[in-house]
């Protein structure tokens, strides 16, 4: 059963424009949760690792939020690039990682 | 160069032939890990490894075999390809801790004819 639902699947922004993408979990106890940036053929790298008693975090241009109560974690992009263009991954942590499926992000000019 | 690297980042092979994919890190981390990737599921575990000499199974070890007689190195063997091996493959490190840095190779993309 998959702990970690992400959303949307995929979306399509006009560069300049923000987004929000959302990470639900029901993965317990909680310990930590991630967002990794993986661009089209290489390896995930992370953006952000918050743990249960932050709710928001910051890394550029991205802020990653978290509601510990309500299981439920979002990306937001501000003034997207064209590089933005990627798979974002959202994963968390009790004792083992769980993965996400990811958000595709086209950003188009 | 420091980091985890991945070798080979390319592979085509056939049904039946043994494959092992190699995985280096010069962090000396004590964690390790092997996921694929596939269209449509996360990155699923594959096996693990604590310390050297130490691996557990992950949710989809089933046709896999690992290995961890050095820290730095963790090598994955695929005993004999299938089809539905073909996929493509992330080793990563993680230091100590719970909200230890986890660092990803750049994948190793596998094709089973």
């Known amino acids: 059963k998959n702990q970690v639902e992400q959303s949307p699947q995929s979306l399509i922004i006009l560069e300049g424009k923000n987004c929000t993408l959302q990470?639900?979990?029901?993965?317990?106890?909680?310990?930590?949760l991630r967002w990794y940036k993986q661009d089209t053929g290489r390896g995930p790298v992370s953006l952000t690792i918050?743990?249960?008693?932050?709710n928001t975090k910051s890394n550029g241009r991205y802020t990653a939020t978290l509601d510990a109560d309500t299981k439920q974690s979002s990306l937001h992009i501000t003034a997207s690039q064209l590089s933005d263009s990627a798979s974002y991954i959202c994963?968390?942590?009790?004792?083992?990682?769980?993965f996400g499926a990811g958000t595709t992000v086209t950003v188009r000019a | 160069d420091a980091g985890i690297t991945q070798s080979p980042r390319y592979k085509i092979t056939e049904t039946g032939r043994q494959v092992t994919l190699m995985c280096h890190q010069t962090?000396?981390?004590?964690?390790m890990f092997w996921y694929r990737q596939d269209l449509g599921h996360g990155l699923r575990l594959i096996y693990y490894?604590?310390?050297?000499?130490?691996?557990d199974k992950g949710e989809v070890s089933d046709g896999y075999v690992v290995s961890r007689s050095k820290t730095e190195n963790f090598p994955l063997t695929l005993e004999s390809a299938t089809r539905s091996q073909t996929s493509v493959y992330f080793c990563?490190?993680?230091?100590?801790?719970?909200?230890?840095?986890?660092?990803f190779g750049e994948g190793s993309r596998l094709t089973v004819l």
């Open positions: 990563a490190s993680k230091g100590g801790g719970n909200t230890g840095e986890l660092f």
């Open positions: 990470c639900n979990y029901t993965v317990s106890p909680f310990s930590n």
């Open positions: 918050m743990t249960f008693s932050e």
């Open positions: 994963v968390v942590s009790d004792y083992k990682l769980s």
């Open positions: 962090w000396s981390h004590s964690y």
């Open positions: 490894s604590a310390a050297a000499d130490i691996t």
